[in-house]
Structures are given as structure tokens and as C-alpha cells.
């Protein structure tokens, strides 16, 4: 009996026929579209201005020192406020996961802030820190600090309560058991958590940035709206998605590195 071929394995037949510039596909595009409309003379320089022009102005932006000034501030804002905004997520998270009496005392007020768009926080701020660094990474910690307390909650009350049932029994101490117990079973979720978060977090500083800052992204926009220079305002947009971007893939590659173990 002839024996029949063995059939492709799924995940290689799903990728034999895929390009590694597929995803290049959407933002040429894009790119192509924004130029030909430019061209057409539809709209006036002043109000849309070419790709090919956004481009100069990010090379001589690059080539000053300005753009790194900025990136190098926005970056700066972001790292030490969501250093701040993750190390309390996640204390306040598990608090109120491992304690009914904090959850009682702490959850209505956390879940009814949760529901305020951050935003809404920037002139209660503002007033209280001021427009100095001290508000911008204020508002990115905050930024920050409800996604991860929200998912280091949830993913430690998804613990099952028998894994500490067993702890009890054995008498394990309270670090061995959040090395043991919590970490193992809760790094899945507590990166997603991180990732949303971060992304978030960039986000919320650009946007605060707009509105009172001195430099960074959001402030190069601003300040490009002002002088009604386009370039430079679809300059720091191309930026800061491409940053967002970044930010996003980074974490996921973490994400999925860390977690690794759990389909080995």
C-alpha cells in the first residue's frame, strides 16, 4: 500500500504564502493616498501638507537636535511616571485582592475614578503641581495606575483558593508564597495589564503635553499649531504613533518571551 503524503503542519501552511512586507502594505498606502491628494490641489499647501515635505521637516528637526530635545523629555516623563503608576498598581491591586476588608474600604472609590476619563484629572492637577515636570509624570503614573491595579486584581483573585489552602497547611511564609504562588500564577495577566497600561500612558502624556508643557511631542505640536506650521504638527503625530508603536511591540515581545514557559 502506497503511503500518502504527510499533510503540511497548520502554522507553516499559514505562513508559506505570506510576505514580510504584508504589513508595510497598509501604511504605503496610506502614504501614496495622502501624497496623490496633495497633488491634486484639492486642498491648499497650508491646510494639508505632502508626506514628502513632512519628511523634510522631520530630517532637519533630526539633523538640529530638536526632535531628539523632545523625544528624549516625552521619554523621560514616560519612564519615571510609569515606573511610579506600575510599582502602585500593582501594590494596590493585590491589597485588595488578598483582603476583603480593603476591598470593601477601597474598591467603590477605585472602581467609581476608574470610569473619569484621565484627562478630567489635568486642572485638579494643574492646580495642586503646577505645569512643571512634577504634573506631567503625575499624570502619567496616573495613567497607569488603574489598568494595572485593575488586572494584577483580577488576576490574583483568579488564583485558585486551593493553591492557598495548601500554603496554609505547610505553613509557607508571605515571600515565599508571593515568589512561589502569585508571581508564577499571575505574570500572564499582570503583563497584559503593564502593556495596556504603557500604551496608555503614552497617550495621555502626549495629550497633557498639548495643553501645558514646555517640551516633549505634545508641546512640538502645540507649538506647531500656534506658528500654523502643519509640518511640524503631522511631524510629532508621525512620532508619536511610531513611538506608541514601538512601545506596544516592545511590551508584547516581553509579554510573550515571559510567558513562554507556560506553552513549553
Known sequence: MASRPLPLPAPAAATAGRSPFAPLAAPLSLLAVWQLACMSGLFPPQVLVPPSEVARTLWLMAGSGELERHIGDSLYRLAFGFAIGALAGLAFGAAIALSRLAEAAFSPLFLTLWQVPVIAFIPTMVLFLGINEPFKIAIVAVAAFFPIALATFDAVRGVPRAWF???????????????????PATVPAVLTGLRIALTRAWIVLVAAELLAAD????QMMEMGRQLFQLDVVLAGVVVSGLIGFLLDRGAREIERRATKWRTA
Open 165 to 183: 489552602e495548601v500554603a496554609r497547611v505547610y505553613r509557607t511564609r508571605l515571600p515565599d508564597l508571593v515568589r512561589r504562588i502569585l508571581i
Open 215 to 218: 517640551s516633549g511631542i505634545g
